[in-house]
Every structure is written in structure tokens, then in C-alpha cells.
């Protein structure tokens, strides 16, 4: 790209565009220190307050960022952590061996939800006992990565709620279930502004973007046995699908 | 969710709050009309510059819509194209059965790079052809949804671009090759803000998030034979995984 002195995009706007080019063609590499506003100035032959606007603006998405004293750098892409071999069961409830592990503390009943009924396949008129709802957050070394809601039916485990109360484990819950347990899902994966809630859940900027999952987990019978509503932060983690 | 009206949070910042509450509770409905500025004024007893400023920050985050002489509306998500069963293998262009089917108009022969001998695990020091970069859009109806490129080291297909100018079929090109085919892969998939190349392909703002989806898909022999790099638009698609 070069900067074109008769075009009616303002100069400092391209050597916006002109900078983010060279980091993503290598030439400024991440981490690194890009030449000084002085050496810019010279080498593309601009007035200071147009360099000075453009790396402004950088500062400002991201992209580059100011150590005092040592000069302008390329920003840091996250490192973010791989969840390996992502599928629709990776964070299912049922499918765990110990609710110890994921450090879940509370379950609760909720009343049947028209949403809900739909991922369940519950026809909207059958009156029925509502859902168990066990949320936990996904986190490491005290960071929330990410936070998930299982929705269970009340009418496939009547007792969860007290058995988890009471400290059953989860190996004496599931026997005899085994029919209800899931062995497929299929989640939905949007990247979307988060609800406020899900904000409050993950401890960040209202509306940052999160990634979404959502879906029924079906048992062997083809029946919905459990829900998985999932939001992750898009920023410290990524999936490895395969 | 109270106002505080001895909050250090300004009140129109509270109310914002508090709409997206009542949206994401479901007390007001995407889509829908929510009350006018006169009636939050009265409901909640504020002044109507308060209301205002509530609204024209939720307009602007898209959250509500302005409709002329109508009212203000509840933005709907848009609704999202899910691709079905995505796996590693879903863009693959060698598993394709016809390149015709994809639009493909060009396939070119790229010099060795690091960080795709990497992503290969080519040694550094070994010198060999190339690569061939196969890229096109994924397209609905004359809108652009994504955007593909894929990497096929020369040494495996000596001929694929002489092969694909000429016209010779798929199935031909690839018989005699199937232990050069991908039978697994391992894609990471993060959401992250679009690099400028990738917005032009996918002709949005600068910066706007992508699905990002980068790996290797690796042939029965347990090399790799084909490096995927995949921008997804996230507001118009979504991906079903199972």
C-alpha cells in the first residue's frame, strides 16, 4: 500500500491502514518496536501531527501500545488457552465424574421455560416439573475463562438437586441412569455481544464480545437429556475442533 | 435491578442497565416497541434528558432501533446461517469432490514461510517447493459469509495448479493419491478483530471480530497434507458442533 496525497481519505487514515499492513505482512512484528514518529515522518515524508494522530489512533484499538521511555510497540495478540478436543460433550454435567471437580457448589429448580421446552422437545402444553439448573464457572489460576449453565429435566433425575445436596457421588447417581446419560450433542457456536448477565458471569466490559455455545445433548434413546448454554471469553481461550 | 439515586453511577447509565435487563429477562421482546420516553419518565421518575441519553447510547450500541414515527425498538439478533456438523474437514479443499462447486478461479504457487512450514512441521533448514494457496468465499445469495484459504505443499501435488488451469476433474487429480487425503484435522477456532486482508475478503469495517479458524488436517500416514486459514463473518453465520 502507499499513501496517496490526492486521495480524499485523510493521510493520517492511511498510515493508519499503512502500519496495521506492514504487522500483518511481518515487516513490524508483534511484541517488537515500530520506527519512531521522527524516523515515520522522514521515511514517508508526513508532518508530525499526521504521524502522531495515526499511532494515536492505534494505541487506542489495540493495536499498538507506548512503554514510556523506550518508544512505540506492536501489541501482543493474546496467548490464549486451547480447550483440546472440543465437542459438544466437553462440558456437559452428566458426563462428569465428580461435581467436586469443577468446584460446583449450588443447584437449583427452575420452573418450565417455553425456551427451554423447545430445546427439550417438550410440547409447550404438558404440564411437568421444571429443570435443575447447575451453573459453574470455567476458570484457571483464578481467572474466569468462561461460565456454563446445565439445564437437566426434573423428570430424569428427580433427586439430583438432593443428592448433590446430601454429598451422593456422582458415580451412585448416574448407575442405573446410564440410558439418560448423553452420548452426542449439538451445540451452536455464535461469537456475540454478551447479555448482561453473561458480562457480570465472566467479569468483564458490558457488551464484549463473547463466544456462545448453545444445544440439546441427546442420550442414546435420541432423547434431549440435558441443555448446555455456555458463553467463553474470546480473548483467554480458544477451541481445538476436530 | 433498583435505581440508586445516590449511586456515583450517573442515572442515565443505571437506566441503560436497566433496559438491557429488561431485555435480557424478556419483560421487553426483540423486535418489540418499548415504552416511550415520556412513559420510562414517568414509570421510573426521571427527567426526560435522562431517558433520553439512555437510549441514544443503547441506539448506538445497536441494542435499540429508532423507527420513524413509529418508536423505539428492541434490535433483533440477526439471524445467523449455521453450517451443520462442522468438522476440521468442513473447508477442506482437498476432500472437495469439484473445485467448480466453490467458485474457485485461482490457485497460486507460494514461496516456503515459516510459519506455515511450521504449521507442516517442515524442518527449517529443508529446502522444498512451496506451497499452493487455494483461496475463495463462502458465499449465500451474492453476500460474502467467509472467507477460505488453503495451503498444499507443492511436494505432495506437483502439478495441482497445471492441473486445476487444465481443467482435469477432481476425482482425476486425486486418484492414486488417497494416502495424501485428509482423514482428521486439528483447527483452533478464536474470535478475534479482523486483520485488514481478511476484512477486505470479507468486505467489513477494519477491526470488526472474525471467526477465525487455523490448523493442520493431517492425511492417514499422519502427515499433514493441507493447512486451512478460515475468517468466518460471526453475525451472519454460526456453527453447529457435535
Known amino acids: ?27 513490524y512484528k508483534e511484541g517488537e518496536q515500530i520506527p519512531s514518529e521522527l524516523q515515520l515522518c522522514k521515511e514517508l515524508d508526513l508532518s508530525r501531527p499526521t504521524v502522531r494522530q495515526a499511532i494515536a489512533d492505534l494505541v487506542g484499538d489495540g493495536v499498538l501500545e507506548i512503554r514510556k521511555g523506550k518508544g512505540t510497540f506492536v501489541a501482543q495478540e493474546p496467548e ?8 459438544a460433550l466437553s462440558f456437559s454435567f452428566l458426563n462428569l465424574n465428580s461435581y467436586e471437580s469443577i468446584g460446583l457448589q449450588d ?23 421444571g429443570y435443575w439448573l447447575a451453573s459453574w464457572p470455567i476458570e484457571d489460576h483464578g481467572t474466569i475463562l468462561g461460565y456454563c449453565r446445565s439445564y437437566i429435566p426434573v423428570q430424569l433425575f428427580p433427586e439430583l438437586g438432593q443428592n448433590l445436596a446430601s454429598g451422593k457421588r456422582m ?4 448407575s ?67
Open 171 to 174: 458415580v451412585d447417581i448416574k
Open 107 to 129: 443447584i437449583k429448580l427452575i420452573d418450565p421455560d417455553p425456551e427451554l421446552d423447545r430445546l427439550f422437545r417438550i410440547a409447550e402444553k404438558a404440564g411437568h416439573p
Open 80 to 87: 490464549r488457552l486451547e480447550i483440546p478436543h472440543f465437542t
Open 176 to 242: 442405573n441412569k446410564y440410558a439418560y446419560l448423553p452420548q452426542k450433542g449439538a451445540l451452536s457456536l455464535a461469537c456475540r455481544p454478551a447479555k448482561n448477565q453473561e458480562a457480570r458471569d465472566l467479569e468483564i466490559p458490558l457488551r464484549s464480545y463473547v463466544m456462545a455455545l448453545e444445544g440439546p445433548l441427546f442420550a442414546r434413546s435420541g432423547h434431549v437429556c440435558e441443555v448446555l448454554r455456555i458463553v467463553l471469553r474470546p480473548d483467554l481461550l480458544k477451541l481445538e475442533l476436530n
Open 1 to 27: 500500500m502507499k499513501l496517496n496525497r490526492h486521495s480524499s481519505i485523510p493521510l493520517y487514515a492511511q498510515l493508519r491502514e499503512m502500519i496495521v499492513e506492514r504487522i500483518d505482512e511481518g515487516m
